[in-house]
């Protein structure tokens, strides 16, 4: 179902994080592993409509063998207690987010997605002149409910 958000609402939330990273770039890592678990906690006294909490952990381990890089993540999430109104679910949908589905498509109280993705480093000099050229493909597996 997708997700409908009633634009009337108020959110006053606390929340914490707990990560360990050691990838080696942001935008194109080559080796690493990225864990992260985050805790959230809506309360009335900070003014939100819901006082819902939610867990949300992901993983990711890349690792390189000469200009090919592969990485494999894992996420997930559930909405402990609350309402479970849309505001409050998890949404799943597009670019990285199950890509054939469009932004939002798809929402719940609980959520997993795992994905693969292969990429090959063409190297500093290529057809495009001194820009490197860095192509890759991707795999996902996902739901809510």
Same mark, same amino acid.
């Given at each position: 179902?997708?997700?409908?958000?009633?634009?009337?609402?108020?959110?006053?939330?606390?929340?914490?994080?707990?990560?360990?990273?050691?990838?080696?770039?942001?935008?194109?890592?080559?080796?690493?592993?990225?864990?992260r678990?985050d805790?959230?906690?809506?309360?009335?006294?900070?003014?939100?409509?819901?006082?819902?909490?939610?867990?949300?952990?992901?993983?990711?381990?890349?690792?390189?063998?000469?200009?090919?890089? &592969?990485? !494999? %993540? @894992?996420?997930?999430?559930?909405? /402990?207690? =609350?309402?479970?109104?849309?505001?409050?679910?998890?949404? *799943?949908?597009?670019? &990285?987010? !199950? %890509? @054939?589905?469009?932004?939002?498509? /798809?929402s =719940?109280?609980?959520?997993?997605?795992?994905?693969?993705? *292969?990429?090959?480093?063409?190297?500093?000099?290529t057809?495009?002149?001194?820009?490197?050229?860095?192509?890759?493909?991707?795999?996902?597996?996902?739901?809510?409910?």
């Amino acid at each position: 179902m997708p997700l409908e958000i009633d634009d009337d609402y108020r959110l006053g939330r606390v929340g914490a994080t707990f990560r360990y990273d050691t990838v080696d770039d942001l935008y194109f890592p080559k080796d690493g592993e990225d864990f992260r678990v985050d805790f959230s906690q809506g309360l009335g006294i900070l003014g939100d409509d819901s006082e819902d909490r939610t867990i949300e952990g992901a993983f990711s381990t890349t690792h390189s063998f000469d200009a090919t890089t &592969l990485r !494999l %993540a @894992g996420r997930g999430g559930w909405l /402990l207690d =609350g309402d479970g109104a849309p505001r409050n679910r998890f949404a *799943l949908g597009g670019f &990285l987010n !199950l %890509a @054939g589905y469009p932004n939002g498509e /798809l929402s =719940g109280e609980r959520y997993g997605l795992a994905s693969a993705t *292969l990429f090959q480093d063409f190297g500093e000099r290529t057809i495009l002149g001194d820009q490197p050229l860095i192509l890759g493909a991707s795999v996902e597996s996902g739901a809510t409910w």
